[in-house]
T-cell receptor
Framework: DTEVTQTPKHLVMGMTNKKSLKCEQH?????MYWYKQKAKKPPELMFV???????INESVPSRFSPECPNSSLLNLHLHALQPEDSALYLC????????????FGEGSRLTVL | QQQVKQSPQSLIVQKGGISIINCAYE??????FPWYQQFPGKGPALLIA?????SEKKEGRFTISFNKSAKQFSLHIMDSQPGDSATYFC???????????FGQGTTLQVKP
């Protein structure tokens, strides 16, 4: 099983809503990542978890709150987002932080109204 | 110094032709250079990767050429097929940091 599964595939939310994006992998990977991708742009790193601990936060606004409940799951909690936060949010995993191939999910397309 | 510059931004190639995408970097600490392929509505997928101790790596129709002294690397797609039409990203990282720096991407269209 070489899949990273993300839910939901599409999400529309208002600026006052609270929602969460979920990511799951069963490859035994110990590093998980959140990336943000705007249309026709490369993915931009947001957060890196290594062994369920946050190891990198790329100065992401606090309205994005990551959580790693266990080694297979990664969540991104969203609150008070802005329309400019509309993007494709990609989850990825790798064997260890910075080691080996990054496996990406298909992403959650977020629209903030 | 953390940038990876990619060109061209877009590329149109006839079926059977060779597609060439180039990337350049400044940070000599980078030691891992992957290429990712992304289809519309999908996440990026690793295509091929190289480390700086090797000057060329080939996997099927895909070849990476790496020039350490020039700090450049390129992707060659031989016998390009319409199914290769996608966006290609080069990237670079320093092992164990977890930070992958992507180029700006190249949209490839292969015409039948």
């Amino acid at each position: 099983d070489t899949e990273v599964t993300q839910t939901p595939k599409h999400l529309v939310m208002g600026m006052t809503n609270k929602k969460s994006l979920k990511c799951e992998q069963h490859m035994g990977h110990r590093a998980m990542y959140w990336y943000k991708q705007k249309a026709k742009k490369p993915p931009e790193l947001m957060f890196v978890y290594s062994y369920e601990k946050l190891s990198i936060n790329e100065s992401v606004p606090s309205r994005f709150s990551p959580e790693c409940p266990n080694s297979s799951l990664l969540n991104l909690h969203l609150h008070a987002l802005q329309p400019e936060d509309s993007a494709l949010y990609l989850c990825a995993s790798s064997q260890e932080r910075g080691l080996g191939e990054l496996f990406f999910g298909e992403g959650s397309r977020l629209t903030v109204l | 110094q953390q940038q990876v510059k990619q060109s061209p931004q877009s590329l149109i190639v006839q079926k059977g032709g060779i597609s060439i995408i180039n990337c350049a970097y400044e940070n000599t600490a980078f030691d891992y250079f992957p290429w990712y392929q992304q289809f519309p509505g999908k996440g990026p997928a690793l295509l091929i990767a190289i480390r700086p101790d090797v000057s060329e790596k080939k996997e099927g129709r895909f070849t990476i050429s790496f020039n350490k002294s020039a700090k450049q690397f390129s992707l060659h797609i031989m016998d390009s097929q319409p199914g290769d039409s996608a966006t290609y990203f080069c990237a670079a990282s320093i092992s164990n940091t977890g930070k992958l720096i992507f180029g700006q991407g190249t949209t490839l269209q292969v015409k039948p």
